[in-house]
């Protein structure tokens, strides 16, 4: 079974609007974390947000939100106000950390955001 | 400036011929992981690095090798490269806990 699912391989969004990529997760771990990254053409991941298993509060950053659903285990990313820089490919990722200590990252498979003016 | 160091940044090989991707990271980070990205797969684990002398295998091992004789440095090894290994290569490392890794800027090899 996959770990992460990213369902939507490509999203187009209006410039200025708001749009939400999916991500759904699965694990019987009580502590982990999840993240989005995004990835523009130029091929380097950069970092956008993050959210830990026992956060009460959905994490925001800046023009970037995390919709956390534990009991759906989703966790999906709200870009509001979408710009053209936006343009990229989204990952969703998620660290588990097993009761030996040692890490699990996985990743989705991506979904590609184009933002059109 | 914090940040992860790979090189080459691109590279291209034959098959067979034994190449060596380099990582440094200068965060005193106990983590590190590589990964390969291909188009509709995502980024897999090769590898994981928990400390130094520490290495475990991630999703897709076969045909690599990795070593970590020091913290800051985990190289990652393709003894016999081949053509299925042309991918694009990322070194990552983070703190020892749930928080976001640090990526490089990736290696793009290419194997013919």
């Known amino acids: 079974a996959q770990k992460i699912t990213q369902t939507q391989p490509g999203m187009f969004v209006q410039e200025k609007e708001a749009v939400t990529l999916d991500c759904t997760y699965d694990t019987s771990d009580q502590s982990y974390g999840l993240f989005w990254y995004k990835q523009p053409s130029s091929g380097e991941m950069i970092f956008l947000i993050y959210?830990?298993?026992?956060?009460?509060q959905n994490a925001t950053e800046g023009r970037y939100s995390l919709n956390f659903q534990k009991a759906r285990k989703s966790a999906n990313l709200v870009i509001s106000a979408s710009q053209l820089g936006d343009s990229a490919m989204y990952f969703c990722a998620m660290r588990e950390i097993d009761s030996g200590g040692y890490q699990k990252v996985t990743f989705g498979t991506g979904t590609k955001l184009q933002v059109i003016p | 400036e914090a940040q992860v160091t790979q090189n080459p940044r691109y590279l291209i090989t034959v098959t067979g011929k034994k190449l060596t991707v380099t990582c440094s990271q200068n965060?005193?980070?106990?983590?590190m992981s590589w990964y390969r990205q291909d188009p509709g797969l995502g980024l897999r684990q090769i590898y994981y690095?928990?400390?130094?002398?520490?290495?475990d295998k991630g999703d897709v091992p076969e045909g690599y090798k990795v070593s970590r004789k020091e913290k800051r440095n985990f190289p990652l090894i393709l003894e016999s490269p081949s053509p299925n290994q042309t991918s694009l290569y990322f070194c990552?490392?983070?703190?020892?806990?749930?928080?976001?890794?640090?990526f490089g800027n990736g290696t793009r090899l290419t194997v013919t």
């Open positions: 965060m005193n980070h106990e983590y």
């Open positions: 690095s928990m400390n130094v002398e520490v290495t």
């Open positions: 959210q830990g298993s026992y956060d009460e």
């Open positions: 990552a490392s983070g703190e020892v806990d749930n928080s976001p890794l640090h």
